[in-house]
């Protein structure tokens, strides 16, 4: 129990760095990419991302969650799911290559097709990467992801995407980007895992690993599709450059929200899967998580609705300064769309798996008839993004019932969300207190740029060190006394 308790509280450490630095060099080369490429080329990957996803999704199939929550893994299942995903990645190139030209001619986008064969020339990298990440995540060995993930921003996407954008290479620079980080994942994160690559084609092989990643696969399916509804839609019925002008402003504020969520729940899958049989554990570590997410995310919240202005001027430019007002709805729904990941991640450690599809089918089939009638009432952009985030705050509110069935707790689980809306609000009182004079004193967007982001530094510290019991606040009060001794010897060197 207090090796499960070591393990995870160090994943997590490992996992938080990684979101943090991931984060911020993320909103960095946005900015940058922002500058060079125009709304009507971001319109264009957009579209091919989603593509791009759904071809990932295809050598995927459940096969690395499956790895990752499978109670005893065989020698032989490592080379079943290598093997799976070697040949599901070949047939959704061999499938983009050729459905390519069909997409671009119903988006009517002349440079898709060769956008999204560049994005498809990563399939096989990445069907290698999951075997090795799903391996490590199993091993709560987080810091060779870190790694993988860091070094891979900075050469592949950094060094060659940008570089490529800087070149001209317009919407195809990303797809540059996306083989780059792909290739130098996988040749890292092998060299930590060094996992077979001999292939199986037994069939007893398949059987316990797809039992499970069929069940998964529905659900990412429903996932996938729910979350790509809005680019899909948008790309056929509104203008390219809208399109662009939407996802920038998405991918602002949703990306780096993901990215935490993602490297908290790279954690906590393994973690709860483990005492998934130890009711009143799961529900401490899930109250636990779920508190700390909602404290960070509503603070992040509250100030973005604030903040908005300064983070397009800041990260996207003058030619996005119409996603102002996107940008405090995607805001909004930062803190419903984390929690939701959680509640996903529980329902899939425990293998309770049919109420969640079920969400996610009725939630899939609301959205599409909702997007549908804001349209068909000549409803903009961000009309669309106002009836995703209704649709994700009662999608939430399923889960969280989903979540109370499994394992109780519900009127904790309605004190965590109260902590959320405290934080929030108060983020976002502080920052009208503060940020609002000094925008009336026509202080420079640089040093205003800089005062919030100290200022929301101070409001989530307050929040965690005031806040109730939870992984991120014990981690936080460990690591002050650490902190400070070294820099009390730090200091007794130096005189």
Known sequence: MTNLKSRTVNAMKWSYLTMFIVALMGLVFSAIL???LTPKEFGVVAIAYVLQRFGQFIGDLGVGQALVQKPELSGEDVQAGFTSSIGL???ATVAAWLLAPLAGAYYSMP?????????????MLTAMVVISTSLLRRQLNFRPLLIGEVVSLVIGHGLFGLGAAYLGFGAFSLAISAVAQALIQMIILYAYTRHSLRLTFRPESYRALYAFATRVTVINFLEFVSSSLDTLMLGRLYPQAELGIYKRAYNTVGVPALAFATSLTRVLAPSFSSIQSESERLRRAHHSALVALLIVMSCVAGGIFVAAPEVVAVLLGSQFVGAVILVKIFGLLVPFMVSSNLAGVLAEATAQLRVKTNIQAVYLVALALSFWTAY??????EVIALVMLAAIIVRNLAFELMVRSIVGGGRDILKSYGVGVLCGLGTAALFCAVIVPLRGLGLSLPLLFIAELLLGGLALGVAIFLGPPNELKSLALRAVPAVTSRLRRATGKGS
């Not at 440079?111 to 399939?123: I, N, Q």
């Not at 068909?376 to 952009?381: A, K, R």
């Open 376 to 381: 068909s009432l000549g409803g903009s952009v």
């Open 89 to 91: 990645g070949l047939l």
């Open 111 to 123: 440079d898709l097709p060769m956008v999204f064969r560049g994005y498809a020339a990563a399939y």
């Open 34 to 36: 922002s500058r060079l």
